[in-house]
């Protein structure tokens, strides 16, 4: 019993440091890349995926507001604030676009598609199969993300302020980047 003991003493935290010393290194890379990733690069280099397994880029939708909204059907105040962002897009549809992110907390494209097939929200439906979510420090939603007509990152906001408040925001930010009525 004493021999066991000695070796679990001895030999364990040696071989326990060779099998994770590697594993140690890649987190450090993978904890430097990260700091190395500024939101603006996130932003700025997001690729999200359509329900159809395609690839989407923020770049697609240059010279527009862009709000990327991550949410989940569950989500009542995600749900709230979708027809006062339908009313924008509507309103001013070369100036304004909605990308209805899910996340994948519970959730997959599946369930988005169902939900875009069963409502009239002129959005374009994605996936966050790439964790932008997560690595602009997403921790709940709803959570926007506003990006100007250049494609550089605006505001980042966790929540929701209600139907009309939220409408009236997004239509100040469409005025601070173009024209309106």
Aim: with cysteine.
């Amino acid at each position: 019993m004493k021999r066991i003991s000695l070796f679990l003493i001895v030999l364990l935290p040696v071989f326990l440091y060779g099998c994770g010393g590697e594993s140690n290194s890649q987190s450090e890379n993978q904890a430097q890349n990260q700091e190395d990733e500024t939101e603006e690069s996130i932003v700025q280099n997001a690729v999200f995926t359509d329900l159809d397994g395609n690839e989407v880029s923020i770049d697609a939708y240059e010279g527009k507001l862009i709000l990327i909204d991550f949410w989940e059907t569950w989500c009542g105040p995600c749900l709230q604030v979708f027809p006062a962002m339908q009313d924008l897009r509507e309103e001013y549809p070369e100036k304004f676009d909605v990308l209805a992110v899910t996340v994948g907390m519970n959730e997959g494209p599946e369930e988005a598609r169902v939900f875009a097939e069963r409502n009239d929200y002129d959005f374009e439906f994605l996936y966050d199969e790439n964790k932008v979510f997560q690595r602009l420090g997403g921790r709940g939603i709803p959570f926007k993300v506003f990006v100007d007509p250049d494609g550089n990152l605006v505001s980042i906001e966790m929540g929701s302020y209600g139907r009309e408040e939220d409408y009236k925001k997004t239509k100040d930010l469409i005025a601070q980047y173009f024209e309106i009525d």
